[in-house]
């Protein structure tokens, strides 16, 4: 294996590194968005590396994942024409009135439709459009929101890690790896509904009382589509989208050209619908944020100063790779927690792809970063931008209803979500090692 030196380039590189991530991580404290800070790590990472000879704008530009891009502003685009139709709404009452008053049925349709919509879009989409509904849904059942409000954030977490689409880590992984979609969920879907299972009923274990007995209903057909014709024509559009994913690699399309076509269809099918509406929910922050953050990591990988970190982990992952695989998932899901697990990622896949050059077999370590990163957002109100909503809403409840106990303050998500996040990490620590070598299989 080559030795490589620290150098003054390695240095200035992990400096503007660490400088970034720690504003990123700091985001609440300085209140400079995140979009602002990696706009600025990259613009100093171009130039210190033109300084010292091991970056450019060209270089900078090549570094950027356009598929991960693409495709989520492709699949924002779509859910942006879906929310208008009131599909949603209806499909959210129409759950709550199959429960037929049970408390625990109504959690476990409601957190299995969030859970199935998160595996086709992102979690944080999801939430958005169930965390009002089920407000709504509780209150017309005279119970908390809070147990079903937690559901959606802790299960919509759980389930975005069981595709290639359904994370932005997932995302990153995929195209940095060459994962395809099949793979991707033939390798995850066992373990994450494993993990999804565990959560579900520690869910009613830790919510016995509210869960216990039954509700009156005491709405009828409150929530209808408003727009049938373009909510048929969606989900069309997204059943075929999903076959197309499936059958991607063999018309040799990215993920990315899957999702603009079905962007593409939808858009013309809704025909009344105008563009600049259609992209107002497109987060071009996000965007600009995962942009900043592809030329900073990219600039670091240039100056090689992740392949000389990578020359302290290789002895450890090449000594015992399952273990490697353990730490890594929870060492991603302890960060993840606590920070964002986009940067954790972001830095990772260099590191591991260095590894994969040198013969080692880094299979494994794609699905326990995967699964480390994803359930981790489990742990904190903080823990991933679907928390922060969910948490912002109920808080938003209590004031409105003058009652604290609808609000998920942090102490409540520390009794009732961070175990949830430490009992799918064990389960899933279980899995990886009963079935190793089935996760260790080249790809």
């Known amino acids: 294996m080559e030795t490589v030196s620290l150098t003054s380039g390695m240095i200035a590189s992990g400096v503007i590194l660490a400088i970034t991530f720690i504003a990123i991580f700091t985001e609440q404290l300085h209140h400079m968005e995140r979009s602002k800070v990696a706009a600025a790590g990259a613009a100093l990472m171009i130039v210190v590396g033109q300084i010292f000879g091991f970056y450019s704008p060209e270089a900078a530009i090549e570094s950027i994942d356009f598929n991960v891009i693409f495709l989520l502003a492709a699949m924002m685009t779509i859910v942006s024409i879906m929310i208008p139709t009131g599909g949603f709404n209806w499909l959210a009452f129409r759950l709550a009135a199959l429960s037929k008053g049970s408390p625990f049925v109504t959690l476990v349709l409601l957190g299995t439709a969030v859970t199935v919509l998160s595996l086709m879009l992102d979690n944080v989409t999801t939430v958005v459009i169930f965390g009002p509904l089920i407000i709504l849904i509780a209150r017309a059942q005279n119970m908390s929101p809070v147990p079903y409000l937690l559901a959606a954030a802790l299960l919509s977490d759980t389930g975005g890690v069981g595709t290639l689409v359904g994370d932005p880590p997932n995302l990153m992984i995929g195209s940095a790896a060459g994962i395809d979609f099949n793979t991707f969920f033939l390798r995850m879907a066992g373990i994450v509904f494993v993990a999804w299972l565990s959560i579900l ?42 076959v197309l994913f499936i059958l991607h690699s063999r018309f040799h399309w990215e993920a990315w050209f899957v999702a603009v076509i079905g962007m593409s269809a939808l858009v013309f099918v809704s025909r009344r619908i105008v563009m600049d509406r ?35 982990i290789t002895p450890f992952v090449e000594y015992n790779l399952l273990l490697a695989t353990i730490v890594l998932m929870w ?105 190793f070598e089935f996760f260790a299989a080249p790809i």
Do not use: C
């Open 331 to 435: 060492i991603g899901a302890f960060l993840s927690a606590a920070i964002d697990n986009i940067p954790f990622t972001a830095a990772m896949i260099p590191i591991i792809l260095g590894m994969e050059q040198q013969g080692i077999n880094v299979t494994p370590l794609w699905w326990g970063l995967a699964m480390g990163v994803g359930l981790g957002g489990n742990g904190t109100h903080i823990g991933s931008t679907a928390n922060v909503f969910i948490v912002t809403i109920s808080e938003r409840l209590a004031r409105e209803q003058d009652d604290p106990s609808l609000a998920i303050t942090p102490w409540v998500w520390f009794k009732k979500g961070t175990p949830m996040m430490l009992l799918s990490l064990v389960v899933a620590t279980l899995v990886f090692w009963v079935f």
């Open 278 to 312: 259609a992209l107002e929910h497109v987060e071009i922050t996000l965007l600009m944020f995962f942009i900043g953050l592809f030329i900073v990591i990219g600039g670091v990988e240039h100056s090689r100063f992740l392949e000389y970190v990578g020359s302290f």
């Open 201 to 242: 009923f520690g869910l009613k274990l830790l919510f016995r009382k509210e869960l216990s007995g039954a509700t009156g209903m005491t709405f009828g057909e409150t929530a209808k589509i408003e727009d049938p014709r373009v909510w048929r024509a969606s989900l069309a559009i997204l059943a075929v989208m999903v």
